[in-house]
């Protein structure tokens, strides 16, 4: 079984900077794509940022300029540093990844518990 636990959520006034983190633990022989989502109340879940295992990332329009993503591939951790920080930002923000498990496993998707990030002054 593989784990996702984020951290480094809280509330930042708006303008302020976070870091969130997502360490992937348990059975793992490689981690593909990594992403963040994240989900406001009353909205979908959307598609923040993603990485690939040679570090090609992709950005959503409404973060792009403000959030970066990298990854530590010996650590398998997945980051997202988040500046200029706005009221709409907030949301609870999920670590996704593509895991395989062994060589002789598919590669299965899994999804992190969700940071909350709230954005207020």
């Known amino acids: 079984q593989v784990q996702l636990v984020e951290s480094g959520g809280g509330l930042v006034q708006p303008g302020g900077s976070l870091r969130l983190s997502c360490a992937a633990s348990g059975s793992i022989t490689s981690i593909y794509f990594m992403r963040w989502y994240r989900q406001a109340p009353g909205k979908q879940r959307e598609l923040v940022a993603s990485?690939?295992?040679?570090?090609?990332?992709n950005l959503g329009d409404s973060v792009k300029g403000r959030f970066t993503i990298r990854r530590d591939n010996d650590k398998n951790t997945v980051y997202l540093q988040m500046s200029s920080l706005k009221p709409e930002d907030t949301a609870v923000y999920f670590c996704n990844a593509d895991v395989k498990t062994s060589s002789l496993a598919a590669v299965s998707n899994y999804w992190g518990r969700g940071t909350q990030v709230t954005v207020s002054s």
């Open positions: 990485i690939t295992r040679g570090g090609t990332t």
